[in-house]
């Protein structure tokens, strides 16, 4: 497997019914964004729509956190990174970025992915493969430096506690 670091999606275009009334893109089509950015980085890895259909085994989000940093518009294009940062035999942990073509900072989302027998559904281990993948993606990532924005927390950051 080729893993590029980190992994970078196609261009991705914004749809003109996800902008909203104030005329920027809708909170929750960042997230749609972000999934089909991590849906091409799961080709790569070997668990995309064909892995559901004939081995009867999924990915199911359970924990995001997405910080809006820059507001997107009908005409931008962006790209998705995808950042894996670490997993075990039945999770993976992993950051993304959405990025302007034109470079800049649009969103960060923050990711703990499970991994599902579609039969239960309930929470199993990966396939040998599977993580042989994972730790080939994980390998390749370690050289990056971690995320200055992930791990985030959402607080109000006083200067005088209430």
């Keep these: 497997m080729t893993v590029a670091s ?3 999606s196609r261009v ?6 996800w902008i909203d009334y104030n005329g920027h893109l809708n909170m929750a089509y960042y997230n ?3 999934d089909m950015g991590a849906d091409e980085a799961f080709v790569q890895l070997g668990l995309g729509t064909d892995y559901a259909r004939e081995r009867r085994l999924t990915t199911y989000t359970a924990e995001i956190h997405v910080c809006y940093v820059r507001e997107l518009h009908l005409t931008d294009k962006v ?3 995808v950042h894996l940062l670490d997993f075990d035999e039945k999770r993976f942990h992993f950051y993304q970025e ?5 470079g800049w900072l649009a969103a960060t989302c923050e990711n703990l992915v499970l991994h599902v027998d579609m039969n239960g559904p309930k929470v199993c281990p990966m396939p040998e493969d599977i993580m042989s993948n994972l730790d080939a993606m994980l390998a390749k ?3 990056l430096p971690r995320p200055e924005r992930a791990g985030r927390s959402i607080a109000i950051k006083r200067k005088n506690p209430r």
């Design 6 to 8: 980190p992994f970078i």
């Design 12 to 17: 991705l275009e914004i749809q003109k019914d």
């Design 32 to 34: 749609v964004l972000f």
């Design 79 to 81: 790209t998705c990174s």
């Design 98 to 102: 959405l990025r302007h073509v034109d």
């Design 141 to 143: 990532h370690a050289v």
